[in-house]
């Protein structure tokens, strides 16, 4: 009863939140003239004449940048810009804010000592993997360990989309917490429980160092952090606590996360691994196998984490992979190794490039298996496009999760 009655008080304190906030938020409109000042906390994409980024105005509003090739803009760096907003249409129930070629400048003043040094390791550890991989397998290689993925193929981009697997090179909430919820399982077949789940902290820490401390990511990871933390206790209930919590806390700090895919998508997907993925180890004789296979500990993780995000997935994407579970239990075991030797290949790129260039030499094999595997599977096709997803579905959907979910649990 008292848990009622406080999630009855946080409901009205965080809808009192988001009606203040969103009253108090300033109107832009089609043909203003604007200027505002932003810190890029990703690569701008860089095309053959122009290269775009996108950057908030305010809180609630989104602008993509279109500017001249010659314009330096680097991760991290502070700009002030002037233009003119035009809204251009995507979709019949969707609009965006665009600005082309406007007026960038510098801002001078002393940069974020933790941005300068990501900043720093990224451009450096491009050039190595460049210079020492092959193009697709050195994208490949980027986008999984540091999230870039500007210079990957255009062809072995929509080879990931179509196979599913696209989020590994995203640095996603959602990978972060098939990452956190991967390597709890592997590290738990050699160390002791809470030894393991403490590794895996620690690992979600260095994947946030190494992804540039991107908002989505560090949102996971905190969040990630608080659910593995609790577990470390051995309650069930400690980490629900904690996951919630956290989730209350982030949108009472930033009622606009409400409507950002990245923590929707880490919120779900760690629920799913909460609720659903011990779900797998109800009968003994399905939790010896677990115990016992890496890649059925890598399949049971995403069914988990995708029957957590399915209506989020499809509705912003518009597409679904019927290999995705498939060939996410078959590639997700190679993401810690390739992160690991992509990691330290990167630090000792910084000591000598020698050294680093040879030491990711064996992260080659396992491209090559993961590159061979999205490619195989792209060839049978299997990917079903979706228009738009009505909202009734999505919560049709997930009360007849959460009563399987009980039901399961209760049988």
């Not at 390791?121 to 994208?139: C, D, E, G, H, W």
């Not at 009622?255 to 998508?265: A, E, H, R, T, V």
């Not at 629920?271 to 890496?294: C, D, H, M, Q, W």
């Not at 094999?365 to 993961?370: A, I």
Request: positive net charge; proline residues 4%.
């Amino acid at each position: 009863m008292k848990l009622i009655l406080v999630g009855i008080v946080l409901l009205i304190v965080i809808s009192l939140r988001f009606f203040f906030f969103y009253q108090n938020q300033p109107k832009i409109n089609d043909g203003e003239h604007v200027s505002f000042q932003t810190t890029l906390l990703k690569e701008p994409q860089v095309f053959s004449r122009y290269q775009r980024f996108s950057a908030n105005i305010n809180p609630t509003q989104e602008v993509f940048i279109t500017t001249s090739i010659f314009s330096q803009l680097h991760y991290g760096d502070t700009v002030g810009i002037t233009g003119i907003l035009k809204e251009r249409v995507i979709s019949k129930n969707k609009t965006i804010m665009t600005m082309s070629y406007p007026k960038i400048e510098a801002v001078k003043y002393n940069k974020n000592l933790l941005l300068a040094i990501s900043s720093f390791i990224r451009q450096k550890s491009t050039s190595l993997f460049q210079n020492s991989l092959p193009p697709t397998s050195a994208s490949l290689l980027l986008g999984i360990v540091f999230g870039i993925k500007e210079s990957m193929p255009q062809d072995f981009t929509e080879n990931l989309r179509i196979s599913g697997v696209f989020h590994v090179v995203a640095a996603s909430g959602m990978n972060v917490t098939l990452v956190g919820g991967f390597l709890s399982s592997l590290f738990g077949f050699f160390l002791k429980r809470q030894i393991a789940i403490l590794a895996s902290i620690m690992g979600i820490g260095l994947y946030a160092v190494l992804a540039g401390f991107d908002p989505p990511i560090v949102r996971a990871s905190i969040m990630g952090t608080l659910v593995f933390a609790a577990q470390i206790l051995g309650k069930q209930n400690l980490a629900s606590y904690g996951l919630f919590l956290s989730g209350f806390v982030m949108l009472f700090s930033w009622p606009n996360l409400i409507f950002d895919i990245g923590f929707q998508l880490s919120f779900l997907a760690t629920t799913g691994l909460l609720y659903i993925r011990p779900l797998f180890e109800i009968s003994k004789k399905a939790k010896v196998i677990l115990n016992r296979s890496i890649v059925g500990e890598g399949v049971v993780t995403t069914i988990a984490a995708q029957l957590g995000t399915l209506p989020i997935l499809v509705g912003n994407f518009g597409a679904y992979s019927f290999w995705s579970v498939i060939v996410n239990g078959l590639v997700l075991w190679t993401i810690p190794t390739l992160m690991v030797i992509g990691g330290v290949g990167a630090m000792l790129g910084m000591i000598a490039q020698p050294l680093g260039s040879t030491f990711l030499y064996l992260s080659l094999p396992f491209l090559l298996y993961f590159e061979k595997l999205v490619s195989v599977f792209t060839s049978f096709g299997g990917v079903v496009n979706f228009a738009v997803i009505p909202w009734q579905f999505s919560v049709s959907y997930y009360c007849f999760l959460v009563a399987l979910v009980l039901w399961l649990k209760k049988k």
